[in-house]
């Protein structure tokens, strides 16, 4: 079965110190690599798309990385308005009617503090 | 262009009772997601529709839950006979094109009694 991981769970970080999220996945043909960014009581928030390995997006303090077998979420110098769960999903390239499908892993919380 | 809507925010049944949930989805999109999230759980697909076509349901449970989304106004999904395990946030997405980025509803939250 398709596994998307993310690591860490939660994540405490001082307004300013840099790091990364990173997300593994475990499926048969890549089509697409999404990132999301969840605030409590929200839906989710798109943040970018990655197609294959190698490729990077950048906004504001974040940039997403991709190889073949993970992504990176690096977020530099963050704020307090960073805080929120981010969620990286997949979208395996079994095409047709399936490409709706994004499968979700459970989310990195992240909290940055003053 | 007010995004994806979904309503109620909040809903409470009692065992037994019929759950409806409604989504519109964002001007000029015609492809709706429903995915579930259970606590302490990732997002889970349930299904995908087209105007009044259901494309892939393979997330929905046998029984219990269907899924709509007629020629006019918002789609529908509908629980019948709600137990407590099914008491999550269901949320709504819409896109432009299938298989690009999905825009999210901010759910509707089920707590059953």
């Known amino acids: 079965e398709d596994q998307v991981t993310q690591s860490p769970e939660a994540l405490r970080l001082q307004e300013g110190e840099s790091s990364s999220l990173n997300c593994s996945y475990t499926?048969?043909?890549?089509?697409?690599l999404f990132w999301y960014r969840q605030d409590p009581g929200k839906g989710p928030e798109f943040l970018f798309t990655?197609?294959?390995a190698g490729e990077e997006k950048e906004k504001e303090r974040l940039k997403a990385t991709l190889t073949k077998k993970e992504s990176f979420l690096h977020i530099t110098a963050p704020k307090p308005e960073d805080s929120a769960t981010y969620l990286c999903a997949v979208q395996a390239l079994e095409g047709g009617s399936t490409l709706g499908r994004l499968y979700f892993g459970r989310g990195t919380q992240l909290t940055v503090w003053p | 262009n007010a995004g994806v809507m979904q309503n109620p925010r909040h809903l409470v049944r009692r065992r037994g009772q019929e759950a409806r949930l409604r989504c519109s989805p964002m001007k000029g999109h015609s492809h709706v997601y429903w995915y579930r999230q259970l606590p302490e759980e990732g997002l889970k697909f349930m299904v995908y529709?087209?105007?009044?076509?259901?494309?892939?349901e393979s997330g929905m449970p046998k029984e219990r839950f269907s899924a709509e989304f007629p020629k006019e106004g918002p789609s529908i999904l509908r629980i019948q006979q709600v137990v407590r395990g099914d008491s999550a946030a269901y949320f709504c997405a819409s896109s432009l094109i299938v298989g690009e980025k999905l825009f999210f509803g901010s759910g509707t939250q089920l707590s059953v009694l």
């Open positions: 990655l197609y294959s």
């Open positions: 529709l087209q105007k009044e076509n259901i494309i892939d």
């Open positions: 499926v048969s043909g890549l089509r697409g």
